[in-house]
């Protein structure tokens, strides 16, 4: 019997179905063509991607943070076929535990996460697009990276991108768990300091990027930040 795959996402760029591949639960992803962009320039843009997806999922791995495994990669097909993780979005899992009164397991969970970015940085990775939604908790508690869609990988140590990275998880934070906005966001840099060495230039320049004009009149607003 032919195994099926099940959308489960439909996104900008691609979709996303969960199925079996050999015997094991796994997510096929597959980039569409655009069709305002000219075929050859599609196939090659969407190809690209995919390999690029696939070879950071595989740095991510070598420099321990866990990730789902790349199990197929199907150029032609511009599909990804990695590991299924069983598990609830990060995000999900700390609503819960804020209404149960468990922040420490929380900042637990949240110190991981600056761990793990800090790891990613320090071999260069960008993931993108580095929030509590892009963080699975299995039920077993441990803590996984999905989704390199929109990553790169920098050979130049530039601390300006991986400053916007951290100001996206910022952002995050305030906008989904705003109640403990402060407390999570110290946890999450602890964790980052403690993996990457120039984690105190990196985290200068998300203050620089915050004080920028696009982001004066966001200081008046009930939103805070702080780098204490």
């Not at 599909?79 to 009164?101: F, M, N, Q, S, T």
């Not at 110190?111 to 699975?136: K, M, P, Q």
């Not at 934070?173 to 230039?201: C, K, M």
Request: charged share 30%.
């Amino acid at each position: 019997m032919r195994e099926e795959w099940i959308l489960i996402s439909r996104g900008a760029e691609a979709e996303v179905y969960k199925g079996v591949f050999y015997g094991h639960p796994a997510v096929r992803k597959l980039r569409f063509p655009k069709e305002y962009r000219h075929p050859l320039l599609d196939i090659k843009i969407r190809r690209g991607r995919t390999r690029r997806e696939a070879r950071l999922l595989s740095m991510a791995k070598a420099a321990r943070v866990p990730v789902p495994y790349v199990l197929y990669v199907d150029e032609d097909a511009c599909a990804l076929i990695i590991e299924y993780i069983e598990g609830e979005l990060l995000r999900r899992a700390i609503l819960k535990l804020e209404v149960e009164h468990r922040q420490e397991q929380a900042l637990k969970y949240i110190r991981l996460a600056g761990a793990y970015l800090g790891r990613l940085h320090d071999v260069g990775v960008i993931h993108g697009d580095f929030t509590t939604s892009n963080l699975i908790l299995t039920p077993s508690g441990r803590l996984f990276v999905i989704d390199f869609g929109l990553g790169y990988y920098t050979g130049s140590k530039d601390p300006e991108d991986y400053a916007v990275e951290l100001r996206v998880f910022s952002r995050g934070l305030e906008i989904y768990h705003f109640n403990y906005y402060q407390e999570y966001w110290s946890e999450f840099l602890s964790g980052y300091e403690s993996e990457y060495g120039n984690a105190d230039v990196v985290i200068k320049r998300v203050k620089e990027i915050f004080m920028r004009g696009r982001y004066v009149a966001e200081r008046r607003t009930k939103w805070r930040f702080t780098l204490e």
